[in-house]
C-alpha cells in the first residue's frame, strides 16, 4: 500500500489538541473528504480521524479524535500527513498528481533521455516541469511539448526544441 503526503503539521493551536496544517493541494475542497490521515510516529505508521477541519488564512485546523490536550499532539509537529493512495480523487484522463510524474524519464523524439523529472511548477498559465540530469531544463506542460505521458513505462515523450535553449 502507498501512502502519499498531503501536508504538513505546522505546529499546535490552542490547549485541545488541534494542529496548525498547511496542505499542499491547491483545491482546499478534498481535505474536507478524508476520513483517516496517517502520520509517521517512532517507524511506526499511526492512523488518526480528523474530528474537525477550519480553514482560516491559508492554513487549517484540524483536531483530531481522541487527542483532546496540546501534549497530546505536540509530537505531531514539523510532521506530514499522509493518505492511501486509493484515496485520492479520482482524477480526469489526462491529469496526474505529482507524484505519479516525479521520477519519470523525459524523452525527446530521437529517443534521447533528457532526464528525470524533478519536480513540477505551478503557474495560472500552465504547469511546468522541471528536468534535472546534466542541467535543469524546464519544459512547460502543454500539448506542443508533451507528446504522451505513460506511466506503467515511466516516460513523458516531449517534442520541441526551444526549451532547450
Not at 502519499?4 to 499542499?24: D, N, P, Q
Not at 476520513?35 to 488518526?48: D, G, P, R, S
Request: charged share 30%.
Amino acid at each position: 500500500m502507498k501512502y502519499v503526503s498531503i501536508g504538513r503539521i505546522v505546529s499546535t493551536h490552542g490547549l485541545k489538541g488541534e494542529v496548525k496544517f498547511l496542505y499542499y493541494n491547491e483545491v482546499s475542497k478534498g481535505l474536507y473528504d478524508y476520513n483517516t490521515f496517517l502520520i509517521k510516529q517512532q517507524e511506526e505508521w499511526v492512523e488518526i480521524k480528523p474530528e474537525r477541519i477550519r480553514g482560516q488564512k491559508g492554513f487549517y485546523y484540524i483536531k483530531f479524535q481522541g487527542y483532546n490536550t496540546i501534549e497530546g499532539v505536540a509530537s505531531f509537529t514539523n510532521k506530514e500527513l499522509f493518505v492511501k493512495e486509493e484515496d485520492l480523487p479520482s482524477l480526469e484522463a489526462d491529469e496526474y498528481y505529482d507524484f505519479q510524474l516525479i521520477g519519470l524519464n523525459v524523452i525527446d523524439k530521437k529517443g534521447d533521455i533528457l532526464g528525470k523529472v524533478e519536480n513540477i511548477i505551478h503557474t495560472k498559465a500552465n504547469d511546468i516541469l522541471v528536468i534535472g540530469e546534466k542541467k535543469e531544463i524546464l519544459i512547460p506542460m502543454v500539448d506542443i511539448y508533451i507528446k504522451s505521458i505513460d506511466l506503467d513505462a515511466s516516460e513523458i515523450k516531449v517534442e520541441g526544441e526551444d526549451f532547450l535553449a
